[in-house]
């Protein structure tokens, strides 16, 4: 078999496997607002007041359209998701949960593709007052 005809019989399984392995990345920030798709008030500590919404915002890049989950964690156990729809591959979304009295510790806002993977995350302390 010649070079040239054996890339021809490669080639579109190597760009099959590229594809299947290409997964989405996604940036993610936290804080006490958003304002045109940015986050406001980032920071990886919160004092709040009880029934405080935390948002996190999520710039994401190169993902399927469909949907992505953000995990909320709290010392390490989960405690909600949020399901957002991504109608094309670089898209800008949020979204929030409501600090309450016993919300105090470690959190975690896990962004998850629709396939499970881990596209992002950021680690934050809450002190709710």
């Given at each position: 078999?010649?070079?040239?005809?054996?890339?021809?019989?490669?080639?579109?399984?190597?760009?099959?496997?590229?594809?299947?392995?290409?997964?989405?990345?996604?940036?993610?920030?936290?804080?006490?607002?958003?304002?045109?798709?940015?986050?406001?008030?980032?920071?990886?500590?919160?004092?709040?007041?009880?029934?405080?919404?935390?948002?996190?915002?999520?710039?994401?890049?190169?993902?399927?359209?469909?949907?992505?989950?953000?995990?909320?964690?709290k010392?390490?156990?989960?405690?909600?998701?949020?399901?957002?729809?991504?109608?094309?591959?670089?898209?800008?979304?949020?979204?929030?949960?409501?600090?309450?009295?016993?919300?105090?510790?470690?959190?975690?806002?896990?962004?998850?593709?629709?396939?499970g993977?881990?596209?992002?995350?950021?680690?934050?302390?809450?002190?709710?007052?």
């Amino acid at each position: 078999m010649s070079k040239r005809s054996w890339l021809k019989s490669v080639l579109p399984a190597l760009l099959l496997t590229t594809s299947a392995f290409a997964a989405g990345s996604a940036d993610v920030k936290v804080g006490t607002g958003i304002e045109k798709y940015e986050v406001t008030g980032a920071s990886d500590s919160f004092t709040v007041a009880p029934n405080t919404r935390i948002y996190a915002a999520t710039k994401i890049t190169d993902v399927e359209p469909g949907t992505v989950t953000v995990v909320w964690s709290k010392d390490g156990k989960e405690v909600s998701k949020t399901e957002l729809k991504v109608p094309r591959a670089s898209y800008r979304t949020h979204a929030y949960r409501t600090f309450r009295a016993g919300d105090t510790g470690a959190w975690t806002a896990r962004l998850v593709g629709a396939d499970g993977s881990e596209l992002g995350s950021t680690s934050f302390q809450v002190q709710v007052q």
